[in-house]
Nanobody, 114 residues
Framework: VQLQASGGGLVQAGGSLRLSCAASGSISEITAMGWYRQTPGNGRFLVAE???????NYVDSVKGRFTISGNNAEKRVYLQMNSLKPEDTAVYYC?????????WGQGTQVTVSS
């Protein structure tokens, strides 16, 4: 499984960004897709994920501000990020779960200025 992410950038606090990710390769067995983020010196933590059934899960800090959506047939996932805060600054990674294994895309930098 290969994942191609796009959509990061620099935005002022309160602004919005939309991340996109497309999976390719052996995608038929993907059961969930999502987004993690990582800051320097820290681990990679879940932001949001969505299953093939459309069930979404969010970390508490982004609830009400971020929305994850997906195209299950095409194995694409999107993250709409509104009301961005400086603490949302991180490298965001797209992930896909296939047979309980996580596959990762290249990171995309999101920087929120105060």
């Amino acid at each position: 499984v290969q994942l191609q992410a796009s959509g990061g950038g620099l935005v002022q606090a309160g602004g919005s960004l939309r991340l996109s990710c497309a999976a390719s390769g052996s995608i038929s067995e993907i059961t969930a897709m999502g987004w993690y983020r990582q800051t320097p010196g820290n681990g990679r933590f879940l932001v949001a994920e969505i299953t093939n059934d459309g069930v979404a899960n969010y970390v508490d800090s982004v609830k009400g501000r971020f929305t994850i959506s997906g195209n299950n047939a095409e194995k694409r996932v999107y993250l709409q990020m509104n009301s961005l805060k400086p603490e949302d600054t991180a490298v965001y990674y797209c992930t896909a779960v296939r047979f309980l294994e996580n596959y990762w895309g290249q990171g995309t930098q999101v920087t929120v200025s105060s």
